[in-house]
């Protein structure tokens, strides 16, 4: 069965996933925290992530930058103009506001593909299109910047800086510095994961459209005349990397971007689409955006920042074909992809991959009042717990037990019973099958090695 957006929040916060930010104050929209399960998905989902584009590649390195920079940076890269803006349609009564494209594309059917003000407007008077909250007139559109601006030093005398938009321009700033210092050569990459905050007009679908989210981007730097070859190279890698973590093929798929939506960078892209309940939505985008972020920084701050081949004696501005995930996102498609209301069960399966899901094995006693059980269950917890995320549980029955670590995603669960005592062995069960096999406890570690 499959669960909206609504549900799956609440399924969520029930279970230790994710939360809304600063509830007890009756919250923010657009802000969530990451409860003691959902944090350990979200750093697994990091982790794999890292491994395919970093670790397991000699031509890509990573970084880490600050997530405030000041103004220029972001008049270079055309985030403080009207390309890095949404339109915004205000009620004229209550004073909300909602975001003119997506409400006109959820009330028409149709897409909107222009952001001309005038053009607008007249597409709310033609569907005589109201507030959805009060049903009053909508004043005229206009144009919201995303960007969140921020005072550094005294109030009176601080510098406008910004919270990054995006984790892309830190790479760009840095990228001669790297480039040097590990002696990279074309093509090369760097990667990095990080906050970026955009302020939504209208934040919605839980974590789909946030605030405040997370960035998982690499910048792939190329000759010019291989930009193709590239793209289609890492289309390719990045599809492998969903479906190498049991993404359904079924669920995903590639959407070109039309001219008229490009972003102002690109020179073409397109997006992995996850078929989520509310539609085919983006959750990652591949773009080739030529120098463009190379040439702006190095025209606004008078540095050079292009790249000597030592091959051809001459010096160019290397093109770039971007990967950039949505983290956030990703959580929610694997979470979609692997929750399953088990009838038969009578309880919620998250059927993750092992190497995502929070815990990797539960350790349970069969029993909690046999001091000799529970001392042997301890054992084997504290043998297994240096090597993969472990779990101990000795509250409620055995079956209401596994029914817990069902529900998290927990792909095996270790039960230690009054024969453990005798020959060392304890049962294991698989969370998706659920069968059950006895193993000497000394073959544990192999076995669940075995799934990563």
């Not at 679908?205 to 010019?224: A, D, G, H, S, V």
């Not at 349970?364 to 009042?369: I, Q, T």
């Not at 042997?376 to 817990?404: C, M, P, Q, T, W």
Request: proline content about 4%; overall charge neutral.
């Amino acid at each position: 069965m499959t669960i909206n957006i609504e549900e799956m929040a609440s399924f969520c916060k029930k279970k230790g996933l994710v939360y809304p930010s600063a509830e007890i104050y009756g919250g923010m929209a657009g802000f969530f925290d990451y409860g003691p399960f959902g944090v350990e998905l979200k750093k697994n989902i990091q982790k794999e992530w890292w491994r395919f584009m970093v670790m397991l590649r000699e031509d890509v390195v990573g970084m880490d930058g600050a997530i405030i920079s000041p103004e220029a940076v972001w008049k270079a890269s055309g985030h403080l103009s009207a390309g890095f803006a949404d339109i915004m349609l205000p009620c004229s009564k209550c004073k909300s506001s909602v975001r003119a494209d997506v409400f006109i594309e959820e009330k028409t059917k149709k897409p909107v593909t222009t952001k001309n003000l005038k053009e607008i407007n007249a597409i709310v008077a033609e569907h005589k299109l109201k507030c959805p909250i009060c049903g009053s007139a909508f004043k005229d559109a206009s144009l919201v910047n995303l960007m969140f601006p921020v005072t550094i030093g005294a109030t009176d005398s601080g510098v406008t800086s910004y919270l990054r938009g995006e984790t892309t321009q830190m790479i760009y700033l840095d990228y001669k510095l790297i480039q040097n210092n590990a002696r990279m050569k074309l093509p090369f990459g760097i990667a990095q994961v990080g906050k970026a905050f955009r302020n939504e007009i209208s934040p919605r679908n839980f974590l789909f459209r946030c605030r405040e989210f997370e960035q998982m981007e690499m910048e792939f730097f190329i000759k010019p005349e291989e930009n193709k070859k590239w793209f289609d190279y890492w289309k390719k890698q990045r599809m492998k990397w969903y479906e190498s973590l049991g993404v359904k093929k079924e669920n995903l798929r590639f959407r070109a971007h039309r001219e008229d939506e490009l972003a102002h960078y690109a020179k073409s892209a397109e997006d992995i689409e996850y078929k989520f309940p509310f539609g085919w939505k983006e959750v990652e985008g591949i773009h080739y955006r030529g120098d463009w972020d190379l040439s702006n920084h190095a025209k606004h701050s008078k540095q050079k920042l292009e790249y000597y081949d030592e091959q051809t004696k001459e010096s160019i501005t290397p093109n770039i074909i971007e990967t950039s995930a949505g983290l956030d996102r990703d959580f929610l498609v694997f979470l979609y992809n692997a929750y399953d209301d088990d009838k038969e069960r009578g309880n919620v399966v998250l059927h993750l991959h092992p190497r995502i899901a929070p815990i990797t094995v539960a350790v349970l006693p069969l029993v909690k009042n046999k001091p000799e059980i529970t001392k042997k269950a301890r054992e084997v917890f504290d043998s297994l717990k240096e090597n993969f995320a472990s779990f101990y549980d000795e509250s409620g029955s055995i079956g209401r037990r596994y029914a817990r670590m069902d529900e998290i995603g927990t792909p095996f669960c270790v039960t230690i019973d009054f024969d453990s005592l005798e020959d060392d062995s304890v049962t294991v069960r698989d969370r998706d099958s659920r069968e059950q096999k006895r193993i000497k406890i000394s073959e544990l570690k192999n076995l669940i090695a075995g799934y990563f």
